[in-house]
Nanobody, 121 residues
Framework: QAQLVESGGGLVQAGGSLRLSCVYSESIFSLNDMGWYRQAPGKQRDLVAAITSGGSIYYADSVKGRFTISRDNAKNTVTLQMNSLKPEDTAVYYC???????????????WGQGTQVTVSS
């Protein structure tokens, strides 16, 4: 079964940057749309950025202009560059594969453990 492994989280001060990576062990990675989600304590898991197999990109309004999603099909990797981080970005970040329709990713991968991002004020 294909696995999703996230990495790159940590503790950073407000205004700082982090780069998250997700490796998806799926042989047809290049055909999948990929997304990054986050879940803060007591809140639902929300899609923050996604990139289609064709390179189209979606960003949630809350991260537009600060986060950049990219993919490297040769490495089965999707990356989320996060700049100008705010305390409200604090959450566990997850990635998944699916089909992007508008602002929703209809995911079909099994969730990984995620990576914790903590932004201090």
């Amino acid at each position: 079964q294909a696995q999703l492994v996230e990495s790159g989280g940590g503790l950073v001060q407000a205004g700082g940057s982090l780069r998250l990576s997700c490796v998806y062990s799926e042989s047809i990675f290049s055909l999948n749309d990929m997304g990054w989600y986050r879940q803060a304590p007591g809140k639902q898991r929300d899609l923050v950025a996604a990139i289609t197999s064709g390179g189209s990109i979606y960003y949630a309004d809350s991260v537009k202009g600060r986060f950049t999603i990219s993919r490297d099909n040769a490495k089965n990797t999707v990356t989320l560059q996060m700049n100008s981080l705010k305390p409200e970005d604090t959450a566990v970040y997850y990635c998944n594969a699916g089909i992007l329709r508008g602002s929703k990713l209809f995911e079909f991968g099994s969730w990984g453990q995620g990576t914790q991002v903590t932004v201090s004020s």
